[in-house]
């Protein structure tokens, strides 16, 4: 006779956190015939290997006499940037989307998604577009965006890929 095992009779872990594989954030381009923001057309960028988001923001020194000698710090302008890299995929519309934004100075529309429906869009100038062809590696894309202004964030965000 066989044993029959029941996921629900094993014991909940408190307060379990979670991690996230990096495959899980996806970066995406909103270009189609009838974009906008109102009506995204995700299109999602192939290929990718990473795409870290970096916001930063400049260091206005506020130091005083009565600082006691210590270096006091406001916030000054945010930015924000990803810089995405990509294994190269032949014939993929999105990298020539990217590449013709490049050349001809059109900021892009862009959705930072998880799997877990958290979202971050914002429109960015694309600041850098390289390929790399080693002779005994993959060849790769790199694409450099610069933010134009704050971006936004969502949670709650359906899969983009399923076209909703």
């Known amino acids: 006779?066989?044993?029959e095992i029941n996921k629900?009779?094993?014991p909940a872990m408190p307060n379990p956190s979670k991690t996230m594989a990096g495959?899980?954030?996806l970066l995406f381009i909103n270009y189609g015939d009838g974009a906008s923001t109102e009506n995204p057309k995700w299109k999602l960028l192939g290929g990718q290997r990473n795409s870290p988001l970096s916001m930063t923001a400049d260091e206005i020194d506020s130091s005083d006499n009565a600082s006691?000698?210590?270096g006091e710090t406001l916030q000054g302008p945010k930015?924000?940037?990803i810089d995405q890299e990509s294994v190269y995929k032949v014939n993929d519309e999105s990298v020539e989307i990217v590449k013709y934004a490049f050349l001809n100075n059109i900021?892009?529309?862009i959705m930072r998604w998880d799997k877990e429906g958290n979202a971050m869009t914002g429109f960015a100038t694309v600041t850098e577009f390289s390929d790399d062809n080693p002779h005994d590696d993959v060849a790769s894309v790199t694409i450099s965006l610069q933010g134009k202004g704050a971006p936004e964030f969502k949670t709650g965000v359906a899969d983009?890929?399923?076209g909703a």
């Open 1 to 3: 006779m066989a044993v």
């Open 8 to 10: 629900s009779n094993f």
């Open 23 to 25: 495959n899980a954030l």
């Open 68 to 70: 006691d000698g210590w």
């Open 79 to 81: 930015s924000w940037s």
């Open 107 to 109: 900021p892009l529309h």
């Open 160 to 162: 983009p890929r399923l």
